[in-house]
Nanobody, 127 residues
Framework: QVQLVESGGGLVQDGGSLRLSCAAS????????MDWFRQAPGQEREFVAA????????YYADSVRGRFTISRDNAKNTVSLQMNSLKPEDTAVYYC????????????????????WGKGTLVTVSS
């Protein structure tokens, strides 16, 4: 079993930056493909960013590409999301999610494929 705990959310002004972190329990972190999703009030949970088990490849939703950066540290069992140039439409609860990928360098964007989820951290961007 893997537990994921997000941190780093908060209130920021339009154009500001935040860095989210997700800490994973267990000894198999390097075999997990990691994603960030978000869910705004009244909307479905949507894909934000993905990173492969090694961290060698990343993928982003069009809405955040060029502003957000996903990274991971397999030695520390953490994945991060650096968010720059934030906009009010980025306001949402952000979730860390993991897929048991083994040694596959897979990028996953489908929320239904994820095996583990954190409880989320709220990001609010004021205009």
């Amino acid at each position: 079993q893997v537990q994921l705990v997000e941190s780093g959310g908060g209130l920021v002004q339009d154009g500001g930056s935040l860095r989210l972190s997700c800490a994973a329990s267990g000894r198999t972190f390097s075999l997990l493909a990691m994603d960030w999703f978000r869910q705004a009030p009244g909307q479905e949970r949507e894909f934000v960013a993905a990173i492969t088990t090694s961290g060698g490849r990343t993928y982003y939703a069009d809405s955040v590409r060029g502003r957000f950066t996903i990274s991971r540290d397999n030695a520390k069992n953490t994945v991060s999301l650096q968010m720059n140039s934030l906009k009010p439409e980025d306001t949402a609860v952000y979730y860390c999610a993991a897929l048991r990928a083994g040694y596959s360098e897979v990028l996953v964007r489908n929320r239904n494929a994820m095996n583990y989820w954190g409880k989320g951290t709220l990001v609010t961007v004021s205009s």
